[in-house]
C-alpha cells in the first residue's frame, strides 16, 4: 500500500499590493491531491487499500534567517496559519474495484487560507553560499489515517468500522513535500501616468562655520531666511531609467535688495541604497504580529532551515551577537555623485539675478537612476553577495532604505557700491527619503536579481538539495494577459467606503447599442484636485507640487 500526499496551489506565486498592512489579508487556494496505490505481489492478486482519514492539515508558513559573518545565524518565525480540511468526523478512502489499475486513486480536497497583508516579499540576502537564507515562505499538508483491515471489516457496515477502529488500529502520519510560494509586493498603480509628487518644506539649521571650502561663510541670519520646497515622486518604479527632482528656493523675508545679492551656484546630488542587516527582530516584531517568542527559534524549529540552524538546534553554536549593519550603495550610473554647474549654460543667467522674497527660483532635474550595480570591491562584504537593486521595505533581520542627498552652494555678495568685501559662500545640505516600488504590470523579477532555478512541477515541492543552491531571487511574476478584478484597497477606503473618481465622467445613458462616452471638460475636475491646486498656487505661483510634508533641516 501506498499513499501519496501532494499540494497544489493555484499559483506559486501571491501578489501583495500597497505597503504593507495588518488589517488588510489576502486569499491563496488550492488543493492537496491524496493517491492511494495498492502494493504488487508475486503470489496474489493486488488487495484493495482502505483508509480512514482521521485529519488533513494545511499549513502556510514563512520565516526569515540571516547568515553573517557578524552573527552566524538568526532565524525568525513570521507567522503559522493552518487549517484543518476534514471534518470531525473520519471519513473512508479505498480504491476498491481499480487496485489492479496502473493509475492511483486520487482525491482533491480544496483549501483557501487568509494571508496576512503585512507579510514582507520573498526575498534572499546575507550568506547565500552554503543554503538558501533569506525570506520565504512554504505550504506543507499533514494527513492522519488508520487502515481498515479488509479480512476483519469484510461485508461490515461502515459506520461499525468507523466505530472499531480507534481500538483496533493505529493511526499513521504521512506527510507532504514541502511546496514554496513566492510573496510579491507591488505598488498600486497611479491614478494618471505618472506618481504624484510629495513636497518636503526645508528650513535651514546650524550655525555656519569658517572652512577651507569656504573661508568666509554666510552670515546666519542670511541663510536662516532661505526658505527651500523639495519635490520628489511619491513612488520611484525600479523598472525606470531615471525619476524627477524639483527643488524651489525663495527669501521672503529678505528686502529685494538683499535678496539679489543671494545666487545659486551649484547643486550635487548623491542617490543611495543602504541595506540593512540586524540580527534582532524586536523592532519589527513591536510593528507587526510576529508569534511568541516561545514559537520562535530556538524553543521551536523552523521546519524548512538554513543547514547552519542544525548546529543551533544541537547546541554547537551559541546565542549569536546583536549588531545592526549597514551596506551602503550608490545607485547613480557609474559614479557616486553628481554635480551640477549653474554658473554655466541655460542656467546662468537665471542665477545670475539672485534670488527673491516673492519669486521662487526654481530647478527641475531627471535624476538618472542605475538598474544595475558594479561589484564591490571589499572583500569583507563577499558574504553579502552581489549589489543589486531592490525595493525599499522592512523585514524582522533585512531592511531597505532609498534616499537622495542634496548639497546645494550658495554664493552671498554683500558689498554695497564702493567696498571691498570677500565674496561670502556656504552650502546647505538635505536628505530626501525615497520610495523604490515595483510595479505590478511588469513581466520580469527585481532588476539584477538572475532567477537560478525555475519552479518544478505544479506544486513546486522543494528538491532534495534544495539547501545547496546558491542564492535564488524570487520567480518572474507572468504578465497579466487576462481580465482580473481589482484590488480591494483600489476601490475602497480602510474604513470601507468606496473610492470615487469623479475625474472620470459616467457615460450618459443611452438607447443606443453603442453609447459614447462624453468628452471631458475643466469642469469635470473634483473638488479634491480642484482645493488642491487651489491651495498650491498660492503657496507656489511658479510651481505646483502637491502633498507638503514636514519640515526638513538642512546642515549648514
Not at 95 to 101: A, I, K, S, T, V
Amino acid at each position: 500500500m501506498t499513499i501519496k500526499l501532494e499540494i497544489h496551489p493555484l499559483s506559486s506565486s501571491l501578489d501583495l499590493l500597497g505597503p504593507p498592512d495588518s488589517s488588510s489579508a489576502y486569499s491563496l487556494s488550492g488543493h492537496v491531491s491524496i493517491s492511494l496505490t495498492s502494493s504488487r505481489s508475486l503470489f496474489e492478486r493486488r488487495r484493495a487499500v482502505r483508509i480512514l482519514l482521521r485529519s488533513l492539515v494545511i499549513t502556510f508558513e514563512g520565516q526569515a534567517e540571516l547568515v553573517s559573518q557578524e552573527s552566524s545565524y538568526a532565524a525568525v518565525r513570521l507567522c503559522t496559519i493552518s487549517k484543518e480540511l476534514v471534518s470531525k468526523t473520519t471519513v473512508e478512502l479505498s480504491n476498491e474495484g481499480h487496485e489492479d489499475g496502473d493509475e492511483p486513486c486520487t482525491w482533491h480536497v480544496m483549501f483557501d487560507l487568509p494571508i496576512p497583508g503585512w507579510l514582507p516579499a520573498s526575498d534572499t540576502y546575507g550568506d547565500c553560499r552554503h543554503g538558501l537564507a533569506g525570506t520565504q515562505y512554504n505550504l506543507y499538508a499533514t494527513v492522519k489515517f488508520a487502515n481498515v483491515e479488509d479480512a476483519h471489516y469484510a461485508g461490515g457496515p461502515s459506520w461499525l468500522s468507523t466505530l472499531c477502529n480507534p481500538f483496533t488500529t493505529k493511526n499513521k502520519i504521512v506527510n507532504a513535500a514541502a511546496c514554496r510560494m513566492y510573496l510579491n509586493r507591488f505598488a498600486l498603480p497611479p491614478r494618471g501616468e505618472s506618481f504624484r509628487p510629495s513636497s518636503y518644506s526645508i528650513k535651514a539649521s546650524g550655525q555656519p562655520l569658517p572652512s577651507e571650502a569656504h573661508p568666509h561663510p554666510i552670515p546666519a541670519d542670511i541663510v536662516s531666511k532661505i526658505e527651500l520646497l523639495a519635490s520628489v515622486p511619491q513612488c520611484v518604479s525600479m523598472d525606470g531609467d531615471k525619476f524627477p527632482f524639483s527643488l524651489n528656493m525663495r527669501t521672503s523675508s529678505l528686502s529685494e535688495s538683499q535678496a539679489a545679492k543671494l545666487r545659486v551656484s551649484h547643486m550635487s546630488l548623491e542617490l543611495q541604497q543602504t541595506d540593512q542587516y540586524s540580527a534582532s527582530a524586536s523592532a519589527y516584531a513591536a510593528s507587526y504580529p510576529v508569534p511568541h517568542q516561545r514559537e520562535q527559534p530556538p524553543h521551536k524549529a523552523l521546519r524548512t532551515a538554513h543547514p547552519v540552524g542544525s548546529l543551533y538546534d544541537i547546541g554547537l553554536l551559541g546565542t549569536p551577537v546583536q549588531f545592526t549593519f549597514d551596506d551602503v550603495h550608490s545607485l547613480l550610473p557609474g559614479c557616486g555623485g553628481v554635480g551640477i554647474s549653474l554658473e554655466k549654460g541655460d542656467h546662468a543667467r537665471k542665477c545670475a539675478e539672485g534670488m527673491h522674497p516673492t519669486r521662487w527660483f526654481t530647478m527641475e532635474i531627471d535624476v538618472p537612476l542605475a538598474r544595475k550595480l558594479p561589484r564591490r570591491q571589499d572583500e569583507t562584504l563577499e558574504w553579502t553577495g552581489a549589489p543589486r537593486l531592490r525595493a525599499s521595505s522592512q523585514g524582522p533581520l533585512f531592511s531597505v532604505r532609498h534616499s537622495m542627498r542634496a548639497t546645494v552652494t550658495l554664493v552671498y555678495d554683500g558689498a554695497d557700491a564702493g567696498e571691498t568685501v570677500p565674496v561670502a559662500t556656504s552650502t546647505l545640505s538635505f536628505t530626501l527619503p525615497l520610495n523604490l516600488v515595483r510595479l505590478r504590470g511588469a513581466p520580469h523579477n527585481c532588476v539584477g536579481a538572475a532567477y537560478s532555478q525555475p519552479p518544478s512541477a505544479p506544486g513546486c515541492p522543494l528538491s532534495p538539495d534544495a539547501s545547496a543552491l546558491p542564492a535564488v531571487a524570487m520567480p518572474p511574476t507572468h504578465p497579466y494577459h487576462i481580465p482580473e478584478l481589482p484590488a480591494y484597497s483600489q476601490l475602497f477606503y480602510p474604513n470601507g467606503d468606496v473610492k470615487h473618481d469623479d475625474s472620470i465622467p459616467l457615460p450618459l445613458y443611452t438607447l443606443s447599442p453603442s453609447p459614447s462616452p462624453p468628452t471631458p471638460t475643466l469642469s469635470d475636475v473634483s473638488e479634491e484636485d480642484e482645493h488642491l491646486t487651489s491651495e498650491i498656487s498660492c503657496l507656489l505661483p511658479d510651481s505646483s507640487p502637491s502633498n507638503v510634508h514636514g519640515d526638513i533641516g538642512a546642515a549648514l
